[in-house]
T-cell receptor, first 116, second 113 residues
Framework: AQTVTQSQPEMSVQEAETVTLSCTYDTSENNYYLFWYKQPPSRQMILVIRQEAYKQQNATENRFSVNFQKAAKSFSLKISDSQLGDTAMYFCAFMKHDLNFNKFYFGSGTKLNVKP | GAVVSQHPSRVICKSGTSVKIECRSLDFQATTMFWYRQFPKQSLMLMATSNEGSKATYEQGVEKDKFLINHASLTLSTLTVTSAHPEDSSFYIC?????????FGPGTRLTVL
């Protein structure tokens, strides 16, 4: 079974600074996807970034980047130049790549507070 | 990415009644949709996978007779909570599988009195 662990229930960062959210996972699969989703107070789940396991290059989306360490099964999210609008719950998710089975496994989440 | 809507956004019902929640994929034909449940300050818990034209696949511990799922078209899946009880009060979220990711609806807050 796949498990996803987010060991930081809550974090704070000053506006404009950089913060890193941790995520580890456990799987015996070799081909899979990893995601970070953001859930602001509105509770709408928003895709932040996606990483395919077969790609060695870390994914980047504007101020958001990941540090994907496949051997260590680690997938951390770095947010640069934090903005007040980044305040939200952040969920790490794992998905096994299979045409007939696209089930997501979510971590428990990290609540990020960006302080002015 | 896909745009997903849910209706209603909020619903309050009396104990013992049934409630239907709709999930629509507005710009994408979705053969697979997912239904999640989220309790306050917790992560999303997958309830079932909805497949167009076939029976839904329920996760272990989810009562299929209580949470009826219908995926009659490529753009619509419905979740019916039958004989709702206060413990069914929760936030229900649907998602659509497409383009190698899941796109989520805005959620439905169900309160059972």
């Amino acid at each position: 079974a796949q498990t996803v662990t987010q060991s930081q229930p809550e974090m704070s960062v000053q506006e404009a600074e950089t913060v890193t959210l941790s995520c580890t996972y456990d799987t015996s699969e070799n081909n899979y996807y990893l995601f970070w989703y953001k859930q602001p107070p509105s509770r709408q789940m928003i895709l932040v970034i996606r990483q395919e396991a077969y790609k060695q290059q870390n994914a980047t989306e504007n101020r958001f980047s990941v540090n994907f360490q496949k051997a260590a099964k680690s997938f951390s999210l770095k947010i640069s130049d934090s903005q007040l609008g980044d305040t939200a719950m952040y969920f790490c998710a794992f998905m096994k790549h299979d045409l007939n089975f696209n089930k997501f496994y979510f971590g428990s989440g990290t609540k990020l507070n960006v302080k002015p | 990415g896909a745009v997903v809507s849910q209706h209603p956004s909020r619903v309050i019902c009396k104990s013992g009644t049934s409630v239907k929640i709709e999930c629509r994929s507005l710009d994408f034909q979705a053969t697979t949709m997912f239904w999640y449940r989220q309790f306050p300050k917790q992560s999303l818990m997958l309830m079932a996978t909805s497949n167009e034209g076939s029976k839904a696949t329920y996760e272990q511990g989810v009562e299929k007779d209580k949470f009826l799922i219908n995926h009659a078209s490529l753009t619509l899946s419905t979740l019916t909570v039958t004989s709702a009880h206060p413990e069914d009060s929760s936030f229900y979220i649907c998602s659509v599988w497409g383009e190698d990711t899941q796109y989520f609806g805005p959620g439905t807050r169900l309160t059972v009195l």
